[in-house]
């Protein structure tokens, strides 16, 4: 597609894009209409976009999957059965893996360049795969989800960073979002595949050992797929480069990119007379990276602190605590629930170039909010509508809940039997639910007797004549959250920092979602259990009211702008002054 360009040849200047061209090019770039038939028009590109994305395919696949597989290992592992800290231990140890892969990510992704980073972390995924589904003890399990999280925390950062820096400005944000998408779609696959295998012998190792089928993928198309051209150029490849993106860009538009990725190297040179050495030192003392990192880490920490990997982690969980009693049902419900994320993702990829990055997120965040205050409410009102306790039911030895035998109370309800120091269960009334049942001591014995006799069992969540209010609060969740403040901390944070810095800073920021994620995720029952899930979501709330401050103050917009652009508009903003209260840019 065109001709080769040489370099030498352009008579580029040793220096910096002046500062009145951020404003030029922002005008120029308003006039780019962005159209969705425009994400079609290159195969090359989309190819590189899809091979990239089955990274992100791997994350939501393992974010999805444990969630389910969970309440199968749970009746394998008595051990895990009876401690919800293990629980939290298994799900939370691939987040820990994933921060250690994010954290090494960014300094490989430097050094050694995206594409070997990709392949890196699918062997070391396969190999997690392997272990998790051959487990014969929750340890060994543990150990193969912390290998899976370091593969999937360098994938996370590396994937959107590949497609950014290989996808057209008028077009980046829906490319990038497209790997979202595919962290959604692998969710929603995860549930499909739980559900599949939910009468196999073994089902949660089939539903953990699957993961490793998309990771030999995307290991054998990545073999045969460049390196990303920004990187290429950088460590003095420009020909390589060049030629990578004559396929990306028209023929007309190819000089003009090569040019500003010129003038960001000849500017790096003047500075420090390389491009290619990397003082990590610099990351504390440039305002405009100080800028771009507060901006791009926040936006990563606040997506996992306004709850969302409650909703994809713990979903089947949650619709037991609403109130429906069946593991089937659950996993059934939890993927209408990642079906909704998909489909919103799709309407973020639609939305993130036409309205920009940071009005998506805003009107996200505002629908997140709305959506806590119902689940808030819903948690609230079915714990005050717990079905009582009868004690005609209960006395039925040796199943009897001992905590009840020995209470002085005159009257128990199903919740307080579920909080019983001895872990006991409520076995429902056969023709109704919502009246009087047993609270029996709660194992895999009792709850075969309770379904044997037609009667729901309970050992999460109580009946409720609410539980459907729970269910509404999550699909607002699902529906406000994913088409904005689900793609857009990936697609801010692949586009606003230096080239020379972009490998470490994504590898920053993607740490600082992993270690929230991490803290969300290990305190989540715990908080449940403390508080209650209603005033869980009310904390949830409150910190999406934080979200929405720190994106209206920090967060600029970066629609239509170029990766070389953006890094000038920081500048800019270092020198102007870093405070901008303004919702929308």
């Known amino acids: ?5 040489k370099v030498e040849d352009m008579g580029i200047a040793i220096k910096e894009l002046p500062m009145e061209s951020l404003s030029e090019s922002t005008s ?16 090359y590109v989309l190819l590189l976009t899809f091979s990239a994305g089955i990274g992100g395919l791997l994350f939501g696949y393992d974010t999805g999957v444990i969630s389910g597989a969970l309440l199968y290992i749970r009746d394998d592992f008595k051990s895990v ?68 999280g370091i593969g999937v925390g360098v994938a996370s950062m590396t994937a959107p960073l590949y497609i950014a820096e290989a996808s057209p400005s008028k077009i980046r944000g829906a490319l990038v979002t497209t790997n979202v998408l595919l962290i959604t779609g692998g969710q929603f696959l995860s549930y499909l595949i739980n559900l599949a295998f939910t009468k196999a012998p073994g089902t949660w190792r089939w539903m953990l050992g699957v993961a490793a089928v998309p990771a030999i993928l995307q290991f054998i198309l990545m073999m045969w797929l460049p390196e990303s051209p920004r990187w ?33 190297i000849d500017s790096e040179v003047q500075e420090k007379g390389s491009a290619d050495r990397v003082a990590y030192s610099e990351l504390l003392k440039k305002k405009e990276i100080k800028l771009a990192l507060v901006a791009g ?45 998909t489909l919103g993702t799709i309407v973020g990829i639609y939305l993130i170039d036409r309205t920009g990055r940071k009005r998506l997120v805003v009107t996200s965040l505002m629908g997140v909010i709305c959506a806590l205050a119902v689940l808030s409410a819903a948690f609230h009102e079915t714990a005050n509508d717990s079905p009582q306790i009868s004690k005609a039911l209960s006395i039925q030895a040796p199943y009897t809940c001992p905590d009840y035998l020995t209470s002085t109370e005159p009257s128990w309800d199903c919740m307080k039997c579920l909080k019983a120091k001895a872990k006991c269960g409520f076995c429902a009334a056969q023709d109704d639910q ?17 379904r044997n006799e037609s009667r729901a069992w ?19 969740y699902i529906a406000f959250f994913s088409p904005g403040m689900g793609p857009v901390p990936w697609a801010v944070n692949s586009e606003i920092y230096p080239l020379r810095y972009r490998g470490i800073c994504g590898g920053i920021a993607a740490t600082g979602n992993w270690v929230s994620n991490l803290i969300v995720a290990q305190t989540f029952l715990s908080l449940t259990t403390a508080i209650g899930t209603s005033m869980t979501f009310f904390l949830f709330g409150c910190l999406s009211v934080l979200a929405l401050s720190f994106v209206i103050f920090f967060v600029p917009e970066t629609k239509g702008l170029s990766l070389e652009e953006v890094e000038n508009m920081w500048i800019q903003r270092a020198a102007k002054g870093w405070l901008r209260l303004n919702m929308w840019h």
């Open 1 to 5: 597609m065109g001709s080769a360009i």
């Open 28 to 43: 120029n770039n308003s006039a780019r209409t962005y159209r969705i038939s425009d994400l079609w028009e290159n195969t």
């Open 81 to 148: 059965d009876d401690s919800t800290v293990l629980q939290e231990t298994i799900v939370s140890m691939a987040i820990a893996g994933a921060i250690i892969g994010a954290a090494v990510g960014g300094w490989v992704n430097d050094r050694y360049g995206r594409k070997p980073a990709i392949l890196g972390a699918d062997l070391v995924f396969i190999l997690g795969a392997i272990f998790m589904a051959a487990a014969p003890d929750p340890y060994v399990l543990i150990l193969g989800r912390i290998f899976v």
């Open 232 to 264: 290429l150029y950088r460590k003095n490849k420009q020909e390589t480069a060049i030629t990578i993106l004559e396929r990306i860009y028209p023929p007309e538009e190819v000089t003009q990119e090569v040019q500003k990725l010129q003038n960001t």
């Open 297 to 341: 880490v926040g936006l990563q920490v606040f997506q996992q602190f306004v709850g969302i990997n409650t909703v994809m982690y713990y979903s089947p969980s949650i619709v037991q605590l609403a109130g429906f009693a069946s593991n089937n049902t659950a996993l059934l419900l939890s993927l209408i629930v990642a079906g909704m994320n």
């Open 434 to 450: 919502n009246m009087p049942g047993a609270c029996f001591v709660s194992n895999k014995t009792v709850g075969d007797f309770c």
């Open 458 to 476: 309970f050992e999460r969540g109580c009946p409720s004549h609410y539980g459907w209010l729970a269910l509404l609060g999550l699909a607002l």
